[in-house]
């Protein structure tokens, strides 16, 4: 999405903060101040603030090192694409769960998501430095204290065990810590999306003109509702998803449209990166703040014509995934695209483009994968698309916004809550809001397009609901995690070379060697 005022403010680098460690939850409890004092210090924690959202293209895949790739192609359903000497590494580290106490990738991770809890620690401890109780500084500490659940999620997620800093880092040595429970991590990460949940504005439109797309009270209560899935908390899951609905949201009437520009901070997104382009930038990423994440997922071409060679072409579907979908199921054609076929036209998600063929990873003058991620998909002519500037057609899937949480995934997890609760008609119910917008919005008691599914007994609705998830969700990084969080990741991905150490990747060498030994390795490693 083309943005001009947002990030021109996101590229104000963090400040440096005020010599305080701080919480969060203090600032639920803060008496106003003067608006003295409010003016004098609330555009300093805004620039802080603003830094975040910077650094989050990072986090989120904006940068050279798509994060969100990578998760997803661990799983069954994509691989990591492209052809065979584009990123041949990436394969062996997670198509094939060959990581490395110094693999260059989950190293970066690392430090990539320590680097943003250090802004948050820093925004965090200024704004109680400061002692600031204005709306403006209490909505920015709610944002902050967003960004190191967040990151701290994704750390929990991909590591187990991992540092708790909550302070912010003023030396190297600040820094050196062992690894804390993960248990103690999720009371951090909870801490934090309180205070989040209960600062944030219900809505964007709150922070004014030209900020559309920044955190509000849905987003950290949906990011809260995901932390508890993990735990399998059932009640927090179904509390916290029913706040989410309460706030407005709901599923886009057409599958499709969620991808689209037309559809970017839509109804269903409940917190999605945003991205700009420039005018007159080109395809340098150093000349904008568009997505490398778009453009990495990409058809790409082995050869001419140039205006097939749109990106990359990673995280692309695999056989599993396009043999085992059912062939009546809508949002099949509109997530799959197929090399030397049409791409369905609006109807199906596509721009009336065909494909050139299949020829293999390695061979030229065809496309270098059966199928292609459609979800990114901008078809290949830029008169289409209203990105405007570019040399050639690989930058037309810069400017696509990187949909983090979506409100179909909050219905998914309050149907999978209420089914372990033993709410099988209430799991029906939320199952049935996802399966009837794909069906087109068909009547449940005729339509044979993704039936109706009424509740059984648990263990069918069970079944159905991770049937679902996969359908739903796929290509978008969440397979992975669910399959492991539900105990059949050696089933399905065991034939792939996983084993149950890969859940988690190695603490990076470096940063233990670092430590001289006081941060330890993860034990199965």
């Known amino acids: 999405m083309k943005k001009h005022t947002f990030y ?23 008496k106003p101040l003067t608006a003295t004092l409010e003016d004098l210090n609330q555009g300093a924690l805004e620039g802080q603030v603003l830094g975040m959202y910077t650094n989050l293209r990072t986090l989120a895949g904006f940068s050279l090192l798509p994060w969100i790739d990578f998760h997803s192609i661990r799983d069954d359903d994509a691989q990591k694409g492209s052809d065979i000497n584009d990123g041949a590494e ?38 109680d430095s400061l002692k600031v109780s204005d709306a403006a500084s209490l909505r920015n500490v709610g944002e902050a204290c967003f960004f190191r659940a ?24 600040d820094g050196i810590r062992d690894r804390s429970p993960a248990a103690r991590i999720y009371e951090f990460i909870d801490s934090n999306l309180q205070v989040a949940a209960a600062l944030l504005p219900p809505s964007s439109a709150s922070y004014g003109a030209g900020f559309q797309g920044r955190l509000t009270r849905g987003a950290a209560n949906a990011l809260w509702a995901q932390t508890h899935l993990f735990r399998r908390n059932w009640a927090q899951v179904v509390s916290l998803c029913n706040l989410v609905t309460a706030d407005g949201y709901s599923l886009m009437p057409e599958f499709s449209d969620v991808w689209r520009e037309s559809g970017e901070n839509g109804p269903e997104s409940i917190f999605e990166m945003q991205a700009y382009v420039g005018p007159g930038a080109a395809t340098n990423s150093a000349l904008d703040n568009g997505s490398d994440w778009g453009t990495m997922q990409q058809v790409r071409r082995n050869g ?40 369905g036209g609006p109807q199906f998600g596509g721009f009336g483009a065909t494909l050139p063929p299949y020829t293999n990873p390695s061979g030229t003058g065809g496309l270098a994968q059966r199928f292609w991620n459609k979800k990114l998909y901008t078809g290949n002519d830029p008169a289409i698309r209203q990105s405007t500037g570019f040399v050639n057609n690989a930058g037309n899937a810069r400017w696509i916004n ?20 033993g709410n099988g008609p209430a799991a029906a119910a939320a199952l049935e809001q996802v399966r009837k917008r794909a069906s087109g919005g068909l009547d449940p008691a005729t339509r044979t397009v993704v ?16 049937e679902e998830r996969r359908w739903e969700l796929a290509m978008e990084g ?23 150490r890969a859940r988690f990747y190695p603490i990076p060498q470096k940063a233990i060697d670092l430590s001289g030994g006081v941060l330890t390795q993860n034990p199965e490693w």
């Open 402 to 421: 990187h949909r983090i949480l979506r409100y179909a995934d909050v219905l998914l997890m309050l149907a999978e809550a209420q089914n372990e609760l």
């Open 478 to 500: 969440y397979r992975f995690y669910d399959l492991v969080r539900w105990g059949d990741a050696q089933q399905v991905l065991g034939p792939l070379g996983y084993t149950s």
């Open 150 to 173: 967040y990151t701290y999620f994704e750390l929990v997620k991909n590591y187990g065990d991992v540092p708790l800093i909550n302070f912010p880092i003023r030396n190297p040595n």
């Open 304 to 343: 001419a014509p140039v205006e097939w060679n749109l990106g990359w072409g990673w995280n692309v579907p695999t056989d599993k995934l396009e043999t085992e979908w059912p062939a009546n199921d809508p949002r099949k054609q509109k997530t799959i695209l197929y090399s030397g076929q049409s791409d």
């Open 90 to 127: 990436i394969v062996a580290t997670f198509d094939r769960y060959q990581y490395s106490k110094d693999d260059w990738a989950p190293n970066t991770y690392w430090n990539d998501h320590y680097t943003m809890i250090n802004l948050a620690n820093n925004a965090v401890a200024a704004a």
């Open 8 to 30: 021109k403010w996101t590229l104000l680098l963090a400040l440096p903060a005020l010599l305080v460690v701080a919480g969060c939850r203090k600032f639920l409890d803060r």
């Open 451 to 466: 039936p109706y599914i009424a509740f059984q007994n648990q263990e069918q609705m069970r079944q159905a609901i991770k």
